[in-house]
Each structure stands twice: as C-alpha cells, then as structure tokens.
C-alpha cells in the first residue's frame, strides 16, 4: 500500500488530504497520475501537465520515479514559506 | 511564550524571541565575530488587497529536513560558524513573526551572503505554504518571489 498526501491548494483539488493504494508491482508517478485521474481528473491533469511537484519518502521525485509498496508520495504546490 | 532554543532547526506553532534565539547562537563559539539575522514578518497589503489573516501549513519531516540541509550547506558554502533557522506554522497576525534565520561567523561579510542565500533557498526548496485571508476570500499564495 502506498500513502498519497496532499498540500495546501491541492486538497481542494483532490476533494482529500490523504489516500491510499494498493499496488501490485511498482509503478511510476506517470502511472500513478493515470491512476488518480480515474477518481480525480482535475488532479490528475494537474500532474501530468507538472503545476506540482512531487516527493517520494521526502525527497523531490520527477514522472519517471519508481514507486514501490509502502512508500509516501506527496503532491506539494509552489511553495510560499519564508517572507518577501 | 518562551521556547526552547536547544534545536538550531525548528518549525513551530509559537512566536520565537528574536533576542533570545540570538543569544543561543552566541554560546556556539568565542570566535563569533559577526551575526546576520532575517527577520520576516506578517505584512498588511498584499496585490492590493488588506490581508487580515496569514496561515502558514507545511509537511511535516520533510520541510524540518530541507531546513537542516539550507543550515549544512550554509555552513559548507560561506564558512559560517553555523545557523539556526526557525519558522511558524499556523496563524499568524499582522506584524507577527514567521521566520528567523541567524548565521553567525567570524567575520561579518559570510554571515551577510549566507542569510541572504538561506532565506532564498528556503522559499525555493522548503514545502511551507502560505494562505492570505483578505475582504475577498482566502487564497494560498503561489507566487515565487
């Protein structure tokens, strides 16, 4: 099972802040978009057409990044912390 | 509030004492010549728009990790003594603190360059997000300044 986390401006998106799934095999974050926009098409356009970014297990991820059972993948928005 | 100064890395929900957080980083070492700090705070106007509230989310573990690695790189870059970084989470009035970056060294000029680039790099790598309430609505912001 893999954990799919959600941030800020994406939750509205998602309609969630956090989903699970059950994968077989591993799979890319490409296949997991084509999988997320069966339930989520908003979202899943929103990642394939790279407005996000993503990690896997806290660290940054590109669309050819393997998933693997158990891990955490995050859709994290343009960030915005600190101060102009 | 008073908060504990021992982590030079910190994402919390309560205000920080900029004086305090000051002298923690002046026990690391009797070479301290120079001390930069950045200061950012809730400001009032943002495109035109009065902002009453700021509320500031991140992700947990990973935002503490991208902190510690701006801190590491700080001091491998500049040669800095060392750095501590702190930011709020949560709701944050107007005029409030959000982040406090202290880069001390020997010598003032490296503190300088390495606050400057710290502040930067945690804006562009660190997953803290930012929700502005005006008159209108609420909006996460998105701009990379």
Not at chain 2, 63 to 71: V, Y
Not at chain 2, 112 to 136: D, G, H, M, V, Y
Request: overall charge negative.
């Amino acid at each position: 099972m893999i954990t799919i986390k959600y941030f800020a401006s994406l939750r509205a998106i998602a309609e969630k802040e956090e989903d699970s799934l059950d994968i077989e095999n591993p799979i890319s974050i490409d296949q997991l978009s084509d999988i997320i926009s069966k339930t989520a098409p908003k979202m899943g356009a929103i990642i394939r057409e790279k407005k996000v970014m993503i990690s896997v297990n806290q660290e940054m991820a590109s669309a050819d990044t393997i998933i693997h059972d158990g891990d955490e993948v995050a859709f994290l928005p343009p960030f915005s912390g600190g101060a102009k | 509030m008073s908060t504990t100064t021992d982590s030079k890395i910190r994402i919390q929900l309560e205000d920080f004492s900029v004086t305090d957080e000051i002298e923690a980083m002046k026990k690391v070492s009797r070479n301290i010549g120079g001390i930069t700090t950045f200061l950012g705070t809730g400001r009032e106007m943002s495109k035109g728009e009065t902002i009453s509230e700021l509320n500031f989310e991140h992700y947990p573990k990973m935002a503490e990790k991208k902190l510690e690695e701006i801190r590491v790189q700080s001091i491998k870059d500049f040669g800095i003594i060392d750095m501590s970084i702190i930011h709020r989470i949560g709701p944050i009035d107007i005029g409030e603190n959000i982040v406090l970056i202290v880069a001390v060294g020997e010598h003032r000029a490296e503190t300088f360059k390495a606050c400057e680039w710290a502040i930067a790099e945690l804006k562009r790598t660190t997953p803290i997000w930012k929700r502005e309430t005006t008159s209108t609505g609420e909006v996460w912001v998105q701009d990379t300044p």
